[in-house]
């Protein structure tokens, strides 16, 4: 579960404090959020421009970028005091690697890995007195849209599939409604700043028969966009208080981005730890992509 697959949080939240309560919960889920990628030339904004195509514009331009490197640090305010998780993130292409670590005063630690070689995608996850590694077989994958004719909301499950940055800009362009945009001077830079809410769907998905959201699911995204390469370099998940202001849930930063810098393909090689047997879940991701009676048979 990624920390751009936002709609995932109740079942993965749950299925972690059931496992391990004992051990802070407020780590479970901020693990859970966190396994959450922009044209050469600068784009040009005008007051004119529609959020959505702006969202989708910076998704292409993510994948005009031979590599993104940057530092990741994630501030969860579901708990008092909020607390932080640092890491780093890699991406050429297919190829992916993210990691995080957590700490909270209590001293309970957890840590997430995931790496993608461009064939396999490999998550880690790290707990006290816990650890579990999944696989999903990439190629397989692109393999079975190849054979199929895929229809456009299965095509962009394939992003969701693959993790990274294209991952979360598409699990927002599916599960929200952007209707607000605006450009700004932020720290002496130019940024665009796009906001939207659960559109109906997922707000209905989410919000279940009460209709209302769980505490621990924000009602809003703040997206800030370098405004001269639009990276997504901050993304603000925001719930409504009482006095009707927002208050973020999880403030997520990319700093000191480095766009096309050198990458050694080492970066990319995994070893699943001694003692832990991998759990492959490609095909969990096909029957999500092929509910119906259609099932492709991918190339191996």
């Known amino acids: 579960m990624h920390l751009w697959q936002i709609r995932h949080i109740p079942n993965v939240a749950s299925n ?50 031979r590599s993104i490197r940057a530092e990741v640090v994630e501030t969860i305010g579901l708990t008092e005091p909020p607390f932080k ?14 990691n995080y670590q957590s700490k909270v005063p209590s001293g309970a630690t957890g840590s997430l890995t995931e790496v993608c070689d461009g064939e396999r995608l490999w998550s880690l996850t790290e707990l006290p007195g816990s650890k579990r590694v999944t696989r999903r077989d990439i190629r397989q994958i692109l393999a079975a849209v190849e054979s199929s004719r895929m229809k456009p909301e299965r095509a962009a499950a394939v ?3 693959l993790g990274g940055l294209p991952a979360l800009l598409t699990s927002l362009q599916r599960s929200m409604t952007f209707d607000a945009m605006k450009q700004e001077t932020v720290d002496q830079r130019e940024v665009v700043i796009l906001q939207g809410k659960w559109n109906e769907e997922w707000h ?10 769980p505490a621990h699911l924000p009602e809003a995204v703040r997206v800030y966009f370098a405004a001269d390469t639009q990276f997504p370099e901050r993304l603000l998940y925001l719930k409504m208080q009482e006095n009707k202001k927002y208050k973020p849930l999880l403030d997520l930063q990319f700093r000191n981005v480095v766009l096309d810098g050198p990458v050694d393909d080492r970066e990319f090689d995994f070893t699943p730890p001694e003692n832990v047997e991998p759990e492959d879940v490609t095909r969990q991701y096909l029957d999500q992509l092929f509910p119906s009676e259609e099932k492709p048979t991918a190339k191996k």
Do not use: W
């Open 16 to 65: 972690l404090r059931r496992l391990f309560h004992r051990h802070r919960p407020q780590i479970l889920l901020a693990l859970g959020m966190a396994t959450i990628a922009l044209s050469v030339q600068s784009p040009c904004f005008s007051q004119s421009d529609k959020p959505a195509d702006y969202l989708k514009a910076a998704q292409l331009a993510i994948g005009k970028h």
């Open 85 to 98: 998780m640092t890491g780093t993130y890699l991406a050429a292409g297919l190829k992916l690697r993210l």
């Open 159 to 161: 992003d969701l599939a």
């Open 204 to 213: 209905g998905k989410l919000a279940g028969n009460k209709g209302e959201l």
